[in-house]
């Protein structure tokens, strides 16, 4: 007979051990991609687990101008798509969120619906949008194509975190004599600080991670974005294996995208949750 | 006379909504219709301007098609296997990110990296650890005298969808523990402090008592999972290119509009692809409504 | 300073009638409770003369200048809402001197204003603190800052004390009385809690399911009150009541149809007196509170049901042995009747 008290330091540790291997799980393929990236030529099939500090890969990505290019093209990509969404959805979540219209909630519904719309749909009426403005093969295409997945999330999140405030506040400034768009900009904007960084951060990671309209609106190198980039870097011969310089590539552009997770975690989560919660 | 303040409002709220909807006009109710548009021509990319209505013949072409139906058993098998799988697993580590045990911490901020790295990255990650020759993973099972020589995980026909699902899983997983702790953390914990008063076993617990009142959740987890299995395009795209194997609806659709230059083609399987989506998605909210009502 | 004046004032969301047809005036300076329970749509009437929300039918007018065109911030009101509804992000200064700023009033003017009122209402070594950093009675001070700065010719209250605990809620009540009597201005005061409408009102108005039940001063509804919904209302510990012919109560034949008796627990002595009317019950429970005590007597003649009547005895007073037959004892010109719809008959009860 096993007593209440060991019973309970069994399942401590069973608990304890999936623990650690759910962690591993996650963590390791991201550990092992940092550590392929500082190897080079024979090292590349050593399975020590150790890194070695060999910054080779880097050396050459970052001096690299196309690599470096893509880079910055899908920053000014997420950044402006992030700014461009906030600043729209910010307005039309307060529409939805506290003024009462008849077609409140067809829109609602209406911008679930588009969030649903899979990326080929609007590929063909999007290319053809795209070349008629004169983007085809530019950043800005992209920015412009985005907004289909950033914006209906960010209306959606916004104004969940919107419908959250407490009516008597905005009684309250009402009776001080606020306009609407002064409810918005003074008291609602300046409250919603977390609200509109865990949004903004959710809509520039699916950004940044966009793979199928930056594979097909952008045809030259100098214009593409990373996660492309990343998928056509090729070794200078048919025998080499590009593994390494792609681990690199792959470190560089998540580093910062992982900081950023982490350091907003919490914000991240809500957002992510409070989107679902009222779907 | 009633309503002057209701008819402010109601003005108000159009002018804060309007450059948002007219955003959202331009890109997505106009390409969709443009797309809706061009699945009725024969127009193609090289000569985009020149083009006739030719009625549902794409929609009876791509019907006609078997590697279109490839394509749809393939997006169907990889959804309902890897949202099944995320679902149960990520059940699993969403109740073990709910119990007090120390470290928790450290997977609840580690799970987010597979989810919020670019599924490129991820992929080339996963290649590289299932590489035939150097992969890791082979490296560990020759080591470990399970095999001879290094499993072709991506180049073996039969295995290839399997490695597509077992990445998605790693990928995902995250999204679905997020949404189901959630839900978890939402049930009062008095009611489960009643139950243990009352001795109710930890299996009859969970399954009279969590399960159901995570349901909810859960169903809004499967809903945007499938969702986004059903349209999945990079994931397969990056691992196995246009192979016949893991070939996904929306890889089908893209490869007729920009592969074989088809665009009224490839907008009529996109608009397929389109369908597909909103079936699946009436499928699933009808069941969590019916599990919704049946749960009183 | 202005009258207020409500003249078939409805409303409805959708099918739903909130209220059902109000009139009501409000002297120059007077200080009006809405008493009623929750839902009675006290709030809404409230918010309807502030003009946060529309009306459906009916009328709204101060110093007879019909209100229903005029946007709420230009009808001379102010509101102190039940959760204060501070602006978190801004100091309590900030706060109190919003309205003006809105207004494009001088820095230097809205801080002279501002610190004038603070002075006024203690809080002025506050000002530069956020309202999560002030406890629950100094947002409170801050709301009504708030509304003072504004110089409303009508203030509205919200339930403005329900969030505070009793001690508090006692010195904020002796707070907004002194205001009261300083500004001489319109109060219209919207509460749940009986108490705080009987010590702070001139008149009260009685809601219930959106129509008034009775306006009056405290005492007229103390000792007159128009129905049993008020007599029981009114009054902590509230009325006992008692059918009539049930059998067992003692009562004159009359020839009014007397459905139900009420008589308030001061009223009510444990022997009966000659000329008293009398019930006779059973002794279920004392309390004890000190300068008093409370005794439960659950008539014999009451339904199983029925609640006990209250006695009121004062400290010190021999006390029947419980569960013990007790005779209860009342004058018959303490004693309130109401027919079978509950109104009120003759003008007994003093």
């Not at chain 1, 609200?195 to 309209?213: K, Q």
């Not at chain 3, 409500?6 to 007077?30: T, W, Y």
């Amino acid at each position: 007979m096993i007593g209440y008290r060991a019973q309970r330091r069994i399942r401590g540790a069973a608990l304890s051990f999936a623990l650690v291997l759910v962690v591993v799980y996650t963590i390791f393929p991201y550990y092992w991609a940092i550590v392929s990236s500082f190897r080079t030529g024979q090292q590349m099939f050593d399975v020590s687990l150790v890194p070695s500090f060999n910054l080779a890969h880097y050396r050459a990505l970052l001096g690299d101008t196309v690599f470096v290019g893509s880079l910055w093209n899908s920053v000014i990509v997420a950044s402006s798509t992030t700014v461009i969404s906030l600043a729209l959805a910010l307005g039309a979540a307060y529409a939805l969120g506290r003024l009462s219209f008849p077609q409140r909630r067809l829109i609602l519904m209406g911008v679930l619906v588009i969030s649903m719309f899979p990326q080929v749909v609007v590929l063909t009426g999007m290319f053809e949008l795209v070349r008629w403005f004169g983007l085809y093969n530019r950043v800005g295409s992209l920015i412009f194509a985005y907004l289909i997945f950033t914006l209906p999330f960010t209306i959606w999140v916004l104004t969940s975190f919107i419908q959250e405030f407490p009516r008597e506040l905005e009684e309250a400034a009402i009776m001080d004599g606020c306009s609407h768009w002064r409810i918005l900009t003074r008291i609602l904007l300046p409250l919603m600080g977390p609200a509109m960084a865990s949004t903004g951060l959710l809509a520039f990671i699916a950004a940044w991670n966009e793979f199928l309209f930056a594979l097909t609106f952008i045809l030259t190198d100098d214009s593409r974005t990373v996660p492309v980039a990343i998928g056509l870097i090729s070794g200078s011969s048919r025998y080499e294996f590009p593994f390494g310089p792609v681990m690199a590539a792959s470190v560089i552009v998540t580093v910062p995208l992982i900081a950023l997770v982490l350091i907003f975690q919490r914000k991240i989560v809500a957002g992510l949750t409070s989107g679902a919660v009222k779907g | 006379m009633s309503s002057r303040l209701a008819a402010r409002e109601r003005r108000a709220a159009w002018q804060f909504l309007a450059p948002c909807m007219a955003a959202l006009t331009l890109v997505a109710l106009w390409p969709l219709g443009r797309t809706l548009y061009f699945s009725l021509t024969d127009a193609t990319l090289d000569d985009p301007a020149n083009f006739d209505l030719i009625g549902l013949q794409n929609y009876i072409d791509i019907a006609t098609d078997p590697d279109w139906w490839n394509a749809v058993g393939n997006t169907l098998f990889f959804t309902a296997v890897s949202v099944a799988i995320e679902t149960v697993f990520g059940l699993g580590v969403a109740l073990l990110l709910n119990t007090a045990i120390p470290g928790r911490g450290v997977l609840r901020a580690a799970i987010l990296i597979p989810w919020s790295i670019p599924v490129v990255v991820s992929a080339k990650i996963w290649q590289w650890m299932l590489h035939d020759q150097f992969g890791i993973l082979n490296r560990i099972l020759i080591d470990l005298g399970l095999v001879e020589h290094g499993i072709a995980w991506v180049a073996e026909p039969g295995l290839v969808m399997w490695v597509v699902i077992f990445v998605d899983v790693w990928i995902t997983t995250p999204f679905m523990v997020l949404l189901i702790l959630a839900g978890l953390q939402m049930i009062p914990a008095e009611i489960h402090e009643a139950a243990l008063v009352d001795g109710v076993p930890w299996w009859k617990r969970f399954w009279s008592i969590t399960l159901p009142m995570l349901r909810p959740a859960i169903g809004v987890a499967v809903l945007f999972r499938a969702l986004d299995a059903v349209r999945m395009f990079d994931l397969s795209y990056i691992l196995a290119g246009n192979g016949v194997r893991t070939m996904t609806i929306s890889i089908y659709a893209r490869n007729q509009l920009f592969g074989v230059q088809e665009v009224g083609l490839g907008s009529a399987a996109s608009t397929w692809v389109f369908f597909l989506v909103g079936i699946v998605a009436v499928i699933i909210i009808a069941t969590v409504r019916i599990d919704k009502r049946s749960a009183g | 300073m202005a009258s207020v004046a409500l003249r078939s004032v409805r409303k409805s969301f959708g099918p739903v009638d909130v209220i059902r047809g109000i009139d009501l005036d409000v002297a120059d300076g007077e200080f009006v409770a809405i008493v009623g329970p929750s839902g009675c749509g006290k709030s809404t009437l409230l918010r309807m003369i502030a003009g946060l929300t529309d009306l459906t039918a009916g009328d709204v007018s101060i110093d007879g200048v019909s209100m229903l065109d005029v946007p709420a911030s230009k009808r001379g009101i102010a509101i102190v809402f039940q959760s204060y509804a501070l602006y978190p992000h801004m100091t309590a200064g900030r706060n109190i001197g919003f309205a003006l700023e809105t207004a494009g009033i001088a820095k230097a003017a809205i801080r002279e204003k501002v610190t004038r009122i603070a002075a006024m209402l203690k809080i002025d070594h506050l000002l530069d603190r956020r309202p999560r950093e002030l406890s629950g009675g100094q947002r409170q001070r801050v709301a009504i800052g708030r509304a003072l700065v504004r110089e409303p010719k009508v203030f509205l209250f919200d339930e403005p004390l329900s969030n505070l605990d009793a001690d508090l809620r006692t010195e904020m009540r002796v707070e907004i009385a002194r205001l009261h009597d300083e500004l001489k201005a319109t109060m219209i005061y919207v509460t749940h809690d009986q108490v705080e409408a009987t010590t702070l009102a001139d008149r009260i108005v009685i809601l219930k399911d959106g129509h008034v039940e009775q306006i009056g001063t405290p005492k007229e509804l103390y000792c007159r009150p128009a129905n049993r919904f008020v007599a029981g209302f009114i009054g902590s510990p509230r009325m006992n009541f008692a059918s009539v012919g049930s059998g067992g109560l003692a009562l004159p034949i009359g020839s009014e149809p007397v459905a139900a008796i009420g008589v308030r627990p001061e009223a009510v002595v444990v022997q009966p007196r000659p000329g008293d009317l009398s019930a006779r019950g059973r002794l279920v429970r004392v309390e004890d509170l000190g300068h008093e005590q409370l005794l439960y007597v659950a008539l014999e003649s009451g339904a199983a049901n029925a609640l006990p009547w209250t006695v009121r005895l004062a400290a010190g007073q021999p006390v029947p042995p419980p569960n013990e037959p007790v005779a209860l004892g009342w004058s018959p010109a303490a004693m309130h009747r109401f027919d079978a719809e509950g109104r009120r008959i003759g003008g007994a009860a003093s």
